[in-house]
Structures are given as C-alpha cells and as structure tokens.
C-alpha cells in the first residue's frame, strides 16, 4: 500500500462516477478516432466512386487520405487508453500527469496531421503541385498556420495547467494526510 | 495544549485554503477548452469561406475564368484593354482576394505581369478589373497565361493560393 502510494499508482476503484466517466470517456474518444475513421476507411473503400476519388486525390495532390485515417486510428487508440488511465487515477499521481501530458501531445499530433494534410512538420501549411496532363501543372497552397499554431499554444498551456494542477493536488493531499496523521496521533 | 494546537490544525484543512488555487485551475481549464472550440469553429468558417469562393472563381461554368476586354491594333498586333476576374464571395466571411496574372513565353520566361485586388463581403459578387498593355512583339511569344489567385480570410489569418496554368488560346491572354 505504501509502495503504491509512493509511486503514485493509486486507482480510484472505490469511485462508481469516476470510474463511471473514465469508461464514458475512453468510449466517446475511441468512438470519435478509433471507430469513425474505420468505419470512414471501410465505407470509402466499400463505395467505388469515393475509392476512386481518394486515389485521384492521391495521386494528383499526393494526399494519401486512408494513411491519414489509419494513422489517426493508431493515435486515437493511444488518446483513449490515456484518458482512461487518466480518469482511473487521482490528479495528484504521476501516472495521472504523464497520461495528461500524453493524450494532450497526441491529440495536438491529430490535429496537426489532418491541418498538414499527412504531414506533421508542416505546421497547418498544405503546398501541392497537381500531377495533371499537359504541359503545365496547377498548384495550390492552403495556409492554416494560425490554426496550427493556435492549437500547439493551447495543447502547451493545457500541460502546464496540468502539471499546475498535479502540483496542488499534491500539495493538498499533503495536507490532509497531515490531517489525518495528526487525528490519529491525538486519537 | 497539545490537543488544541491539534484542533487549529484539523480547522486549517477544512477550511482549504488550496480551494482558490484549484478554483482558479478549473476556470483556466474551462477557458483553453473555449478558445479551442473558437479556433475550430473559425477554421471551419475560414475553410469554408475560402474552398467555396475558389471554386466558384474557378470553376463555377468550366470556362476560363479570366475574360478580356479591349482591342488590338491590326497595323502594330498591340493590345490595349481590361482584364476582369468575376468573384463571388459564397462563404460566411469576409475576405479579400488578390488577382495575379503573369504571361509566360513558351520558353517559360515572364513576359508581362498584371495585378488586382478586391475585399468581399460575404454573398457579395465583384469583379476585378486589370489593365492589360501589350506591344505587338510581346503578344506574339504569349504561350501561356498563369491567372494565380490568393484568398485570405478569417482577419488575413487564413489564406489560400492557386496557380491555374491557363494555354493562351483559352484565356484570351494572347489572341
């Protein structure tokens, strides 16, 4: 018990809500980024014209939009264990700010993926020139860099609010295990 | 006095006084979930906005969407008129679209550049007019017409290009 607590590995399994709410939560994330795009992928693949659409789209603008899917797939199953894990455990477990810390980078990695079109490094910015017959091709830029950069300063302040909340967790169950200690001490 | 030190102590932790502090780390959580919401729904305003008015410059009736307006000089072969973009804001915000229009020879060095530039409010139509003055010479080595077309939008947060590489027999750069 002890050794638990020291690690910080605390799950809250005498909570009915909380347990109640991290299930909710793993399924509404899994549902919106696990079975969404998979339903999407067999759905597009199922449907001829669409297929077609998507290899014309890849192979003009290069944008491999199943790649993108099924990695969103893989990350959004990753975000769902995390905020599961994360609903399990008390703010004040290092296990709780990792999970935080965790499902906030993958998140921002998702949405960094679908602005840069499969392409995360390119911060919100989408440059193609169409492979198209003829002696000229078109091309196009889509700049959402404000956006991109508008999500990587929220998912930076969302880390530092949780690390200030895992700080005052901590400090608070300081201070009632004090409490605690010094009833029993008196008792 | 042991006892009573014991009982400030247990008054102190009821009181938590780390409640404020917690207060105050929920409301900041609150106010990063709404400022993403607000960035997701001005994306999807912007995107919107901006697909929406691109594809109807471009491509509303399968035409070129440059149209040229002016005469030529049959004794020179020089052309003197207008240039016009017809635009169509059809998104939900208000944007401003730049025109470029470069003429290339066949070679693929610039021979003449145009420019223009509208706001649009949203709904609203407008046209883009250009001056257009090309010698003779000029004229005649005009191969290919590239119309570049920039909307930004959502306060120039936001902005789309396309460069549509139009032959000179179509768009009427070099007729």
């Known amino acids: 018990m002890a050794s638990i607590l020291k690690t910080g590995l605390w799950f809250v399994t005498h909570n009915p809500i909380k347990i109640l709410k991290a299930v909710l939560s793993f399924f509404l994330y899994a549902l919106l980024l696990v079975v969404l795009p998979w339903a999407l992928i067999n759905w597009a693949q199922g449907n001829p014209q669409i297929s077609g659409m998507l290899d014309m789209v890849r192979s003009t603008a290069g944008i491999d939009v199943i790649s993108i899917a099924t990695t969103i797939m893989i990350l959004g199953l990753l975000v769902s264990v995390a905020v599961l894990i994360k609903g399990l455990t008390d703010r004040w477990s290092v296990l709780n700010l990792s999970c935080e810390v965790a499902s906030t980078l993958l998140h921002l990695t998702i949405v960094l993926l679908v602005l840069g079109a499969g392409e995360i490094g390119s911060l919100g910015v989408i440059s193609r020139t169409l492979q198209v017959s003829g002696p000229s091709q078109p091309s196009f830029m889509l700049d959402m860099r404000f956006a991109a950069l508008a999500f990587v300063a929220i998912a930076g302040l969302n880390i530092v609010l949780a690390f200030a909340r895992f700080y005052q967790a901590r400090s608070e169950r300081k201070r009632s295990i004090g409490g605690i200690v010094q009833n029993l001490l008196h008792l | ?175």
Request: aromatic letters at 6%; hydrophobic letters at 45%; charged letters at 10%.
């Open chain 2, 1 to 175: 006095m042991r006892r009573s030190f014991a009982g400030l102590y247990i008054i102190a932790i009821n009181q938590r006084p780390g409640l404020k502090t917690g207060t105050i780390l929920q409301m900041l959580g609150y106010l990063l979930i709404v400022a993403e919401v607000a960035v997701i729904v001005g994306m999807g305003l912007a995107y919107y906005t901006v697909i929406q008015s691109a594809a109807s410059t471009l491509g509303s009736d399968g035409g070129s969407p440059l149209a040229f307006n002016g005469n030529m000089d049959p004794s020179t072969g020089a052309f003197n008129g207008t240039l016009s973009v017809a635009l169509k804001n059809a998104g939900m915000l208000d944007m401003a679209v730049s025109v470029d229009v470069k003429m290339l020879s066949e070679q693929g060095s610039q021979l003449y550049e145009t420019s223009g530039q509208k706001r649009l409010a949203p709904g609203s139509l407008g046209t883009i007019e250009m001056p257009v003055n090309l010698s003779g010479s000029i004229g005649q080595q005009v191969h290919t017409v590239i119309l570049g077309l920039k909307i930004t939008t959502l306060f120039d947060l936001m902005s789309f290009s396309v460069d549509v590489p139009i032959p000179a027999g179509i768009g009427g750069g070099g007729e």
